[in-house]
Structures are given as structure tokens and as C-alpha cells.
């Protein structure tokens, strides 16, 4: 009598951590992110290999993770993925869940937004110096997040610029505390005739986030 | 990227003192202001009002109604009358002078001051 034998592998699923990563609405972004892991036992992926998609690139919420190289998983380790998400303006954080060699995954994906500066035009008076409020930057800036604006910048040829008590550099990033300090400063040319000085200015949130 | 936008008023500062007749001003301005000089050597200007297109200053310290400068104020300089550049304007400032009636200054500005 022919004998019917069936080998058990001992084999211990993996076993994965919860990881957390950050994306910025309005926005396609890919990120690298680590997955830490127990009990590899020699899983391959390769570069590329799709982990998970969720509806179609381009689409607001699109979500596609692949392994972002070659990798053999023993024992404990990390695995490697890029992370390729668009999102949109509104997104609400959430949580991805997929399987690897029906192992969960869970990763929780919250999300920020850009400020939003607008134009500023301010009516100045010649011969004079203008010292910048708070509010001349605060009324023109907008965060989906209600994160307050920590930062402004202004580019473009900055002559008459005063910060600290000298010349501004264009893209220096100047802190609220300071503008609120009566730092920054508009020094008007000696002149009688009317004129316009245009620059352009970005604003960052205390997530450090900038606006466009 | 938003833009920063200064728009930069374009007042013309004209000395009323001895260098007055250098400047180019308005002929109507220029011909009171020196009736007045002319015709009262030692006064005394009080503002009681003015049109809004003008800024009075003595010292460079803007003046207001019930400001007071003087025929010396005058001669050194320190008097100057500011309107904006290229805009239109007219209207009267009018000053009491010691010793006489309320004067009235009337004025007129042209863009092409």
C-alpha cells in the first residue's frame, strides 16, 4: 500500500508594523517609504513589482505602491516602496490596506495642504518708509488646514527692501515674529512722481509648507 | 507665485522759502504765497483749513488745523506744500494772518506739474 504523506512547512507569516507618511493635497507626489517587518523567510520582490493600485493615475486619489528595489525578505527587516499618490484638494486622512504574501499592511496616510497667498497692493506715500504689519501679509493668506502662517518671502528685484536695518535679499524667508516687529521694511524713492514697485511673495505654514 | 504690489504716491514737495521761485508750480499758488510775503513782512499763518489734495508741512512734520508758521518759517524754508503729482486739484486753504482778515488761498493743480 502506497503511503499519502503531506509535508507542513513551518513557515511564520509576516508579520508587518503600521507606518504613517504625509502627502500634500492638489498634489502627485511619490515618496519612498520603510515597512518594518518580522519573520521573512526569503519573500522576493522586485523593482517595480505593484503591490497596490487604487483607481487610475491622474485621478484624484490614485494610490500606487511598488517595491522600490530588489529585495529578499529574511528575518526582520525593512521593505522598501514607492509610494505614488494623487490627491485631492480636500482629502481626508485615511488608512491603506493591502496584503504581501497575504501578510496586512496598514499604512495611515494623513495629509496637509499648501497655503494659499494672494496679491497684495498696498498704497504707499514717496519720500517716506513703510514698515509691513502682520495683516498686510495675514489678509492675503488662506490654509485649507487653518495652519497659521509662519513665514513670508519676496522675489524679484528687492531694491528698497529693509530687513533688520539692511537691504533685504530676494527669497530670504522672513518670520512673522519679525514683520510684527516692524522689521521689514519699504524705503520709498526720493521722487515726485507716482510709481509702482512689483515683486512677488510666497508664504510658508508652521508645517513648513509653501504656497505656490 | 501672488504679487507684492507698492503703489508709490507721487507728492511733489515744493519749498514756499527762497527757493521758491525755482520750482515750477502753479502760477496761482505761487503769485498768493508771494502776495503774501510780499505784503506782510512779519505774520503769523494759522491753518484753518485746507483741501484734502494738499499736505502743509512744517519741518517735514505734516500740519493740521490750528497749525501755526510765520513769515521767518517761511523764509527758511522750512514750509513746504505737498500735492500729488499728476492728479488734478483745486480748492482753497484758508489761513488766518495776524493782524487782518481770514485769507483765503485758492489754488489750482494741473496734471502737467
Known sequence: MGILRFRIAARE?????????????GTTTTKILSIPYTNGSGQQVLFGDVLYTHLSPGVDGYIQITAASNQTLSGSGVLDVNLTHTVSATQGDQNINFDFDSS????????????????????????????????????????????SLSEV?????????????????????????????????YVS??????????????AKDINGNISN | MPDLILKITGYKEINIGASWETHIVDSTLDNLFSGIIDGFSVNLWTIN??????????????????????????????????YLHGVSASGTTNFTI???????INFTINSTI
Not at chain 1, 507569516?13 to 493635497?25: A, G, H, M, P, Y
Not at chain 1, 515674529?177 to 521694511?185: I, M, P, Q
Not at chain 2, 484734502?52 to 497749525?67: E, F, H, L, Q, T
Not at chain 2, 495776524?98 to 483765503?104: R, S
Open chain 1, 13 to 25: 507569516d509576516l508579520v508587518f508594523s503600521n507606518t504613517f507618511i504625509e502627502f500634500i493635497r
Open chain 1, 104 to 147: 496586512p499592511i496598514i499604512i495611515g496616510v494623513s495629509y496637509n495642504s499648501k497655503p494659499i497667498a494672494e496679491d497684495i497692493i498696498k498704497d504707499i506715500e514717496n519720500r517716506s518708509i513703510y514698515t509691513f504689519l502682520n495683516t498686510d501679509f495675514t489678509d492675503a493668506y488662506e490654509d485649507f488646514d487653518l495652519d
Open chain 2, 49 to 82: 483749513s485746507f483741501d484734502p489734495a494738499v499736505i502743509y508741512r512744517k519741518s517735514g512734520v505734516d500740519m493740521n488745523i490750528g497749525d501755526q508758521f510765520n513769515i521767518d518759517d517761511i523764509n527758511n524754508g522750512i514750509i513746504v506744500v505737498e
Open chain 1, 189 to 202: 524713492v526720493d521722487q515726485d512722481a507716482y510709481y509702482e514697485k512689483d515683486n512677488t511673495w510666497k
Open chain 2, 98 to 104: 495776524t493782524g487782518a482778515a481770514n485769507y483765503d
Open chain 1, 153 to 185: 518671502a519676496i522675489f524679484g528685484v528687492v531694491t528698497g527692501y529693509e530687513f533688520n536695518g539692511s537691504p533685504y535679499i530676494e527669497g530670504t524667508w522672513i518670520n512673522m515674529s519679525d514683520v510684527s516687529s516692524g522689521n521689514l521694511k
